[in-house]
């Protein structure tokens, strides 16, 4: 059993920067992927971030492309997200997870992308304009 902890949240003005920070209790085979996730009041959770432990590929989505950068320290199990440019419309909870790095059909093409297993209790993030 992986378990997640997330740390960094907070509230921002519009184009302003946070670093949220997250690790993990420990490393199994089937945590061979961390990444971010976020939910907003009335909305599907999405997608944020991503990255494999051992190749350090990454998966970011259109939506942050360009403003947000995943990281990670394998040393220390951890796995960071800088935020920049925030925008009110980022405001959400933002999940730490980890998985396994699968092929999925995104989109007409094969992609490498983190299938979450397990899940941190989220951070808040609040961005205003």
């Known amino acids: 059993q992986v378990q997640l902890m997330e740390s960094g949240g907070g509230s921002v003005q519009a184009g302003g920067s946070l670093r949220l920070s997250c690790v993990a209790s420990t490393w199994t085979s089937s945590s061979s992927c961390k990444g971010w996730s976020r939910q907003a009041p009335g909305k599907e959770r999405e997608g944020v971030a991503s990255i494999h432990w051992e190749s350090g590929s990454t998966y970011v989505a259109d939506s942050v492309e360009g403003r947000f950068t995943i990281s990670q320290d394998n040393a220390k199990n951890t796995v960071d997200l800088q935020m920049n440019d925030l925008k009110p419309e980022d405001t959400a909870m933002y999940y730490c997870?980890?998985?396994?790095?699968?092929?999925?059909?995104?989109?007409?093409?094969?992609?490498?992308?983190?299938?979450?297993?397990?899940w941190g209790q989220g951070t808040q993030v609040t961005v205003s304009s």
């Open positions: 997870a980890a998985g396994l790095w699968v092929l999925k059909m995104v989109s007409g093409s094969w992609r490498r992308r983190c299938e979450y297993k397990y």
